[in-house]
């Protein structure tokens, strides 16, 4: 059974920088961070297969790096965030998947595999 193990996350102010981790017990297909503010739907923040190409969602602007590294026995899903404003203070899941298909097309319903969330606060 896939588990994804998520630390990072926290409190910051505006222009700030925080740093998300994903582990995976396997290699995942496709990796992925959502993020949920309240009263909002969940939204892709940003998206990388296995060959490493990576999507961000349209919010990022060039202030968010995704990276992954494996080992033999795991995949570790990194989202640098940098910059931070007010509006990205959400829950932020990891989320992963094993099937073979485009990566930068999925939505939320796509992905098998969720962690239990953490939370990123901003204030200005």
């Known amino acids: 059974q896939e588990q994804l193990v998520e630390s990072g996350g926290g409190s910051v102010q505006a222009g700030g920088s925080l740093t998300l981790s994903c582990t995976s017990s396997a290699h995942p297909y496709c990796m992925a961070w959502f993020r949920q503010a309240p009263g909002k739907r969940r939204e892709k923040v940003a998206d990388?297969?296995?060959?490493?190409?990576?999507?961000?969602g349209y919010f990022v602007d060039g202030r968010f790096t995704l990276s992954k590294a494996d080992t033999k026995t795991e995949s570790t899903l990194t989202l640098q965030m940098t910059n931070l404003k007010a509006d990205d203070t959400a829950v932020y899941y990891c989320?992963?998947?094993?099937?073979?298909?485009?990566?930068?097309?999925?939505?939320?319903?796509?992905?098998?595999?969720w962690g239990q969330g953490t939370q990123v606060t901003v204030s200005s």
């Open positions: 989320a992963a998947d094993f099937r073979d298909f485009q990566c930068s097309s999925r939505g939320r319903d796509d992905y098998n595999y």
């Open positions: 990388i297969d296995r060959s490493a190409t990576r999507t961000y």
